[in-house]
């Protein structure tokens, strides 16, 4: 650890003002922020496990969309852990035991994909999720705590900005490494002799070993510099004794506890939008191949990272509360024209809405942790945990789709998470326009 202590709340040792990044940290600074790139190759593999699960273990909608059930699952549970670990041994220690389990996960995959067992693959993305959930408790934080208080929201929203490229790059790997190319109608795969079905579904299974092979190695040479580089020292210790810190005490922070629902929503919306894409693409366009359509994704992803470098440029000029509503209220209007429109018209609203969502996440988290000080490290956790989100709609919508026949009402779901997230943004806003002096 560094010899530099920064106490959030009393405000010793920080950063002068308008520096982006503490001096002397800008190495540690960049891994952190690496971490951002490979939590989101793990999130954004899902969008595509989804497609591949239902052709290697015929599995329907709503049964692939358990898959992202069981991955935020993992985040609700661990999040929480992940903070009282990092409370007793410090933010080096849970980076490191998320980048373990991230890589342990990713290693299950393999005997996964030889026994074709829907079950291990769950097992096995439920570990991953684990580690993903202490790398998001531990780097979140840590990235606000690295510089400036002032410029939080900008600083996390560039470092999320790597959370898009990693969503930008994960459906490319995955078109190009994990869809085998080879697509069967149903027709197809009925007309097959036992033996030769078999050997189809365990040859997509197999598809998946060696990308998740490759990302445990990567996931190690992380850690290994992790473990070596120079890091701030976040103390926490000195909290204000004034202000109680127990979990209920600090949830009961209005602006926590409204970051908590609002991520709830905005991260259902986030999942269930990119989960379905490839079906949603497939469904309104369904001469267009899964790969293209993979490809499509990623260009949506491109968006989304996209729009993180220029909502952080915006906040320059743009209040952040200001943006994530009028960003929020453009994603409204998308959704639920993706919802009713017909063919690319749908389909391109659906892309659009990646960049509107781009600063959701760090923005919301960032007003929920701001004023929490040296009680951020329970704070940070119960946003996190807000991420179950992304296991309950994926779900729902799989069995909307399959109630209705048909993918597309469900993007109505996603239309009313954002409208939740606009009720937030307007709400803090009014609440800091009231904390201003008067005159």
Known sequence: MGSVTIF????????????FVRQGYLAGFALVTSLFFLWAIANNFNDILIRQFQKALALNRAEAGFIQFVFYLGYFTMALPAGMLMRRFGYRAGILCGLGLYATGALLFYPAAEIREYGVFLAALFVIASGAAFLETAANPYIVAFGDPERASQRLNFAQAFNGFGGFVAPIIGGL????????????LAAMSPARLAAYRA???????TPYLVLA???GCI????????????EQQRADSARPSGLLPVLREPALAGAVIAQFFYVGAQVGVWSFFVDFTKELSPAT????????????????MAGRFIGTALMQRIDATRLLLVF???????????????????????????????IMFPTIFSLGVKDLGGRAMLGAPL?????????????????????????????????????VVAVYAARVRRIARRALPIG
Not at 8 to 19: F, I, K
Not at 177 to 188: K, L, N
């Open 328 to 358: 929020a209220c453009i994603n409204i209007g998308l959704a639920v024209i993706a919802a009713l429109a017909g063919g690319w018209t749908a389909i391109g609203a659906l892309m659009l809405t990646s960049f509107f969502m781009s």
């Open 289 to 304: 191949p899964e790969r293209t359509a993979a490809f499509l994704l990623s260009i949506s992803l491109m968006l989304f």
């Open 177 to 188: 490494f994990i869809f085998s190319g080879v697509e069967h109608s149903a027709a197809d």
């Open 8 to 19: 959030p709340e009393t405000g010793n040792d920080r950063a002068p003002r308008g520096r």
């Open 217 to 219: 190695l990567v996931i």
């Open 383 to 419: 946003i996190i945990m807000a991420i179950i989100g992304g296991a309950v709609f994926p779900p729902i919508m799989g069995l909307v789709s399959q109630w209705t026949g048909h993918i597309q009402p469900a993007m109505l779901m996603p239309a009313g998470c954002f409208a």
């Open 203 to 209: 040859s997509e299974a197999q598809m998946v070993q």
């Open 223 to 234: 850690a290994l510099a992790i473990a070596f580089v120079r890091l701030p020292r976040i």
